[in-house]
């Protein structure tokens, strides 16, 4: 429990300055959409923060044609000297204006201030600078020969970390050449459409950079396009899947980034408090809405119940409230969407006989809450240990042997990330090495850096981003 209260700390919002509604940007600039509009509201108020359109078949055929001219008349053309200026610019102007951009995410999205400010926005700068690194030395990144550009590239992004992943996505499309048609979640479109005016604001030449806002339907849009050369996706496995049927047979390239169900797997030998911070990290980060978060707990038998008390006693600190307020370490779920998927998925995993326990903070009235919950007593088989729930959910799971854990960990159709704990270094090596996961940390979790490639196996999606590697899915090579 804590000792004291905080008194509030909230952010101004003085640094924002919205519009009542947002067109699309197309070329270069923002135009009405044919479609009609939808509303971007706070999760964590229901306020309606502005309207947007929802761009049709249409809309999204005349931002394609727009990336096509772009790639073919100017970006293609140019230099990866120049192309990396224009990426530094970019950069600089994201640093510069990088408390207004976490304001407006953590308004649009829910998420606490001091993660959209501390971690979304850096990172997607920091993007920005390392592929703006790599644009004039191509050659040398070990690609293949010739690296060159596939021309127009889909790309459609979630509502998690909407900077972030528009920065994954965006920026090693355009260091390596090519021209980007982009549709941010239809919950959270807004720091997309500041990162129009950022375009604008660094000369970008028109169409290089197109931003088309809607739901599943202007998604659907852009990958059917004939115009569309690759898509790039981050989002649910099942709309994953039907992307990839979608383009079998076409000349379409696409990489696909999905769910996820890691393991965060704590051994006797492990420094307890530690590991129970990167317990809270891996599954309370941005209110579990991490498609790597540690939603499963492998604790072993022996320190298990002491392990479940130091948690509990943590988790009885954590505040959870206005996304704002700079103290606040819990934000608000993104939809009422969302929430009811973490509430079905609850109600199941007591329904199979787990054993629910929650923290007991007082939520607001207004807006979607989950207060972080941890389920003990969870066996394999339940669907609080197979499912994703993205959301402030943890699965407590035991094991005895580091085989056992290896086993449990990989039970699972996903394969993104896992978190090991222990003191020992070779057993940390054995464990990677095991383990079915693209992403593995040891006595840490939930880090990340554009350096370092992201991406999953199986039913986690294909391609990585970050790092050289994430340069390869936007090239071909060879003659
Ligand atoms: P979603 O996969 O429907 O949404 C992700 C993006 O795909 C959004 O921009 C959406 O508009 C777009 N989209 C939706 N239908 C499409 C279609 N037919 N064609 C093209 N684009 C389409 O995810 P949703 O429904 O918001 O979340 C459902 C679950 O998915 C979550 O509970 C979570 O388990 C998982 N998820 C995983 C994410 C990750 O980072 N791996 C991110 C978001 C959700
Ligand atoms: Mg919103």
């Keep these: 429990m804590p000792t004291f209260e905080y008194a509030p700390a909230p ?223 981050t989002g649910s496995t099942g709309v994953g899947k039907m992307i990839a049927r979608a383009i079998s047979g076409t000349r379409k390239k696409a990489t696909l980034e999905l769910g996820g169900k890691a393991a965060n797997i704590v051994f006797d030998d492990a420094p307890i408090d530690q590991a129970v911070e990167g317990i809270v990290n891996g599954i309370f980060f941005n209110q579990g809405h991490v498609c790597c978060a540690g939603s499963r707990l492998l604790v072993q038998e022996s320190i298990a119940s002491e392990v479940e008390s130091r948690l509990k006693r943590r988790l009885g600190t954590l505040r959870v409230g206005d996304p704002l307020d700079k103290n606040t370490d819990v934000g608000a779920i993104n939809s009422r969407a969302q929430l009811d998927r973490i509430v079905a998925l609850t109600d199941a995993g007591e329904g199979e006989g787990a054993t629910r326990w929650d923290n007991g903070c007082e939520l607001p009235s207004k807006g979607f809450w989950f207060r972080p919950t941890v389920f003990t007593g969870v066996t394999q088989t339940h669907r609080i240990a197979q499912e994703e729930i993205f959301g402030p959910v943890l699965s407590v799971l035991t094991f005895r042997t580091p085989q056992e854990a290896v086993a449990k960990a990989n039970n699972t159709p996903y394969g993104l990330s896992a978190g090991i704990w222990t003191e020992k270094g070779s057993r940390i090596l054995w464990m990677a090495d095991q383990l079915k996961a693209g992403v593995v940390w040891a006595n840490t979790f939930n880090q990340f850096d554009p350096t370092s490639p992201f991406g999953g196996y199986k039913e986690s999606g294909y391609g990585r981003e970050g790092g050289r590697h994430g340069l390869e899915p936007y090239v071909k090579t060879g003659a």
């Design 11 to 233: 952010e101004s919002r003085a640094v924002v300055d919205l519009q009542s509604s947002y067109g699309l940007f197309i070329n270069g600039e923002f135009v009405d959409g044919s479609g009609t509009g939808f509303k971007s509201i706070s999760p964590a108020t229901e306020e309606v923060l502005a309207e947007v359109s929802e761009a049709t078949d249409a809309d999204v055929d005349a931002a394609v044609r727009a990336a096509r001219t772009a790639y073919t008349r100017v970006w293609s053309r140019m230099s990866g000297t120049d192309r990396g200026k224009y990426l530094y610019r970019i950069a600089r102007i994201l640093q510069e204006r990088a408390r207004e951009f976490a304001v407006l995410e953590s308004l649009d999205n829910g998420k606490p201030i001091k993660e959209s400010r501390d971690i979304d926005i850096p990172l997607a700068a920091a993007h920005f600078f390392y592929n703006a690194g790599w644009a004039d030395k191509l050659e040398y990144a070990s690609l293949g020969t010739n690296p060159r550009p596939h021309g127009v590239v889909g790309q459609i992004i979630p509502w998690n970390f909407p900077m972030l992943m528009l920065a994954w996505k965006i920026a090693p499309a355009l260091a390596t050449g090519n021209t980007v048609v982009l549709k941010p979640a239809e919950t959270t479109p807004l720091t997309a459409l500041l990162f129009a005016e950022v375009c604008q604001q660094a000369d970008l030449p028109p169409g290089v950079v197109n931003i088309v806002t809607g739901a599943g339907p202007t998604g659907q849009a852009i990958v059917d396009h004939a115009g569309i050369d690759k898509l790039a996706f």
